[in-house]
């Protein structure tokens, strides 16, 4: 058994929603329209929250930075700022934060109560309607501080655009490092905007296709370890490791299904692969497609009675769908080049994939019936997508011509919004978790 970092997850319990609401005059309550194309991100003061050390101001400077990643709010620089916000339980001054065109504003506060346990608290205004929009209060301990401050960029996200938020998540990816040559491959987890980075395996072995459970605590991936691929479960929290199954054979892109009581992986057998799933109490395994093709890629839908997956029975690369115990076989991609990686949307609307065409590689969604397809960013090697837990935004994975390395990349679903995810070492095959609880 390799030794596994722990991860654990430190609780978090929301108290109170804060209450306090200004008078002013009957105005429209600022709000995104996020389903519109190119939206101007909204211009938001965000405060330093008050503390008796930096912990407040670390918090404020997390929520900023989320918020802005997201392409939908621009946070207003600190210099500009005309009041000192030193009690924030009391109504701003709001003309100070119209006049530099800040139409969202949050402040807040960290204490260190008694019991050693940081209390945060915020509340989110609208400027120009002279009103508190919401407000609310989380207890945790002091080394959470970072999951906080994405709940409370969550909360904002959600009350000014009306969608879930994905910041209080994490993204399990392959590490990459050394020679091009001689690649040495790790399992590594990361909260979604690169901090607090951990490898969870050592880099004696070929790593591929890490994939969370919908329990976000357990994740499934392929390893090459004793020269064989075979399909492990690994326990984030105890470290504790299992094999999946013993297949003659190749095992390929393994997932779980919406309930986590299922793996669904691709079995490679004399010379072509189908797909499978095997029950998790049971170990029973049940075959869902049976051609002389490669049946690879296999992704549910949210409501676990459809599976997407990939194939090339038509010859070449192409998008289907089917039913979860393998009827209604059928294609849903008709474009020019081939089609990989699919991945079903957590909302159950679009499913993203990779196209390769014109020697370059597409990351694009589709409706689920082959309508509608959007290609979000090209280049020369664009693989792997997955989802945010809201999904509205995409994390996929960047390969560079020449001796570079891949790198983690998001885009929302308008394609305008790119971000390179940083990380310390070259990454790849990212896979994005449901929100932390």
Request: no cysteine; aromatic share 10%.
């Amino acid at each position: 058994m390799k030794m596994i970092n722990q991860i654990p997850v430190l609780p978090l319990l929301m108290a109170v929603v804060l209450a306090l609401f200004a008078a002013g005059p009957a105005r429209a309550v600022v709000e995104i329209d996020i389903n519109r194309a190119n939206v101007e991100p909204l211009p938001i003061a965000i405060t330093d929250f008050l503390s008796d050390d930096g912990i407040g101001a670390q918090i404020s400077a997390v929520v900023a930075a989320d918020l802005k990643r997201s392409g939908l709010f621009a946070p207003i620089d600190k210099g500009a700022f005309i009041q000192k916000i030193d009690n924030p339980d009391a109504a701003p001054r709001f003309q100070d934060w119209t006049v530099i065109n800040a139409q969202a504003l949050v402040t807040g506060r960290v204490v260190r109560d008694p019991d050693g346990r940081l209390r945060a608290e915020f509340r989110l205004w609208d400027t120009f309607a002279s009103q508190q929009l919401s407000g609310e209060q989380f207890f945790t301990s002091p080394e959470n501080w970072r999951r906080v401050a994405h709940i409370i960029a969550d909360a904002i996200y959600e009350r000014l655009t009306g969608e879930k938020g994905y910041f209080d998540s994490r993204v399990v990816f392959v590490s990459e490092s050394g020679p091009k040559t001689a690649r040495q491959k790790q399992l590594a987890i990361m909260d979604q905007d690169g901090a607090n980075l951990r490898m969870l395996t050592n880099a004696n072995d070929i790593v591929l296709t890490p994939r969370f459970s919908p329990g976000r605590q357990e994740i499934t991936y392929m390893s090459f370890e004793g020269g064989q691929p075979r399909v492990y479960l690994l326990q984030l929290e105890t470290g504790q490791r299992e094999l999946v199954g013993n297949f003659p054979g190749m095992t390929f892109s393994p997932r779980f299904s919406p309930d986590g009581q299922k793996v669904i992986m691709s079995l490679q057998q004399d010379g072509n692969a189908n797909i499978y799933t095997m029950d998790l109490r049971s170990r029973q395994t049940t075959r869902l497609t049976n051609t002389a093709a490669i049946d690879t890629s296999p992704s549910y839908s949210p409501d676990g009675s459809q599976i997407v997956f990939e194939s090339d029975r038509g010859g070449r690369q192409q998008l289907y769908i089917m039913g979860a115990d393998g009827s209604n076989q059928r294609r849903v991609s008709f474009g020019d080049g081939s089609y990989s990686t699919p991945v079903w949307s957590p909302r159950g609307d679009l499913i993203a994939f990779t196209k390769q065409s014109g020697g370059k590689f597409s990351i694009g969604v589709m409706r689920t019936d082959g309508s509608g397809e959007r290609i979000l960013t090209t280049g020369f090697h664009n693989e792997g997508p997955t989802w945010a837990p809201n999904g509205r935004v995409l994390m996929f994975f960047r390969q560079p011509a020449g001796a570079g390395g891949p790198q983690i990349y998001s885009i929302d679903l308008t394609g305008y919004n790119e971000q390179l995810v940083t990380t310390p070492t070259y990454a790849s095959d990212p896979a994005w978790s449901p929100l932390l609880e």
